[in-house]
């Protein structure tokens, strides 16, 4: 909290629940669905934002860099997949 920032007040309700200032959502890009870590210190609440990685995101960028290597090189087969697994497992050292 800077100098400048003056507290707010909210109220634990009869769930637990605890409303977040409108102010500091939207300072620290708070939507709904944003997941917090929540830690207990001696006594106070310690709320931390957690970025969490979009899979659907990665997964789609990952779809559209094989399609893309698809379309420059051409599809491989089952057999050839094997036989790029079966170098890699040649090449790597035992127990790893």
Known sequence: MTRHEKPDVTVVSEKGQVV??????????????????????????????LEVPDIAKELEAMYRRIDEKIAMYGELSEEEINEIVQKHRRQRPPGS
Not at 28 to 38: A, H, Q, R, S, Y
Request: hydrophobic letters at 45%; a positive charge.
């Open 20 to 49: 977040i200032p409108q102010k500091i959502r939207i300072k620290l890009g708070l939507v709904p669905k944003t997941k917090l870590l929540v830690y207990g210190y001696q006594d106070a609440i310690i709320m931390k934002k």
